[in-house]
């Protein structure tokens, strides 16, 4: 009898070994859902964790992942820093890079992003100055102010900044998501994944 006991729970072991193992798998792969970057990058907060979204008003993922970014940002941890960044990979980006940091400059970035995001996507022409000034016009932006923010030193120095950073990550397109400027997420499931690192980053809680 006893023997035939030890049998059976063996049997039980083998069974449910497995299922413990898979059961402490992490729901993300390194390699697959992210990747370690070769050089980590120091962020600009080192006392939270940065999550960098590179994007250009021109992508259509980029215009699909906004509504979840916004979604996300209404829930994210106060430890994380959540940093937009318009990337200039090609000279027919640079126009809507710069009128990000524009929007910025002068105090209406909430006001029209989403809007250069719908624009962009409806065919509208935005693909110079002159195009950009008219559209801020219709938000109530002085096209003098819009012009000078367009063309500042500080938009300059940022657009070369964001384009040396996205040199640095390794970025080809966008979106690009990285945490904490060490990983670079590349699931569809883009806000799983990050809160997935930040949690990584994180470490144990007290």
């Known amino acids: 009898m006893p023997n035939r006991f030890h049998r059976w729970l063996l049997i039980l072991l083998a069974c449910t070994l497995p299922l ?29 964790i940065e999550v960098i979204e590179m994007f250009w008003y021109g992508c259509p993922h980029c215009h699909d992942l906004e509504p979840l970014a916004q979604a996300w940002l209404k829930r994210k941890p106060e430890n994380v820093v959540f940093t937009r960044i318009p990337v200039a990979l090609g000279a027919t980006w640079e126009p ?29 022409k935005l693909n110079d100055e002159d195009q950009l000034a008219a559209f801020f016009a ?3 932006v002085d096209q003098t ?27 080809r397109g966008v979106p690009a998501v990285i945490v904490n400027g060490q990983y670079d997420v590349r699931s569809p499931r883009i806000f799983e994944v990050v809160d997935f690192l930040i949690a990584k980053e994180a470490g144990p809680q007290s």
């Open 145 to 171: 102010a819009f012009r000078n923010a367009y063309k500042s030193f500080q938009t300059e120095t940022q657009l070369r900044r964001g384009n040396q950073l996205a040199q640095r990550y390794g970025v």
């Open 20 to 48: 413990a193992v898979r059961a402490a798998d992490p729901p993300f792969q390194e390699g697959k859902d992210y990747v370690r970057l070769s050089t980590p990058a120091p962020t600009s907060a080192p006392d939270k």
């Open 96 to 124: 809507g890079a710069r009128a990000y940091y524009a929007a910025e400059a002068l105090g209406v970035l909430d006001k029209v992003h989403q809007a250069l995001f719908d624009a962009f996507h409806q065919r509208r």
């Open 138 to 140: 219709e938000y109530g």
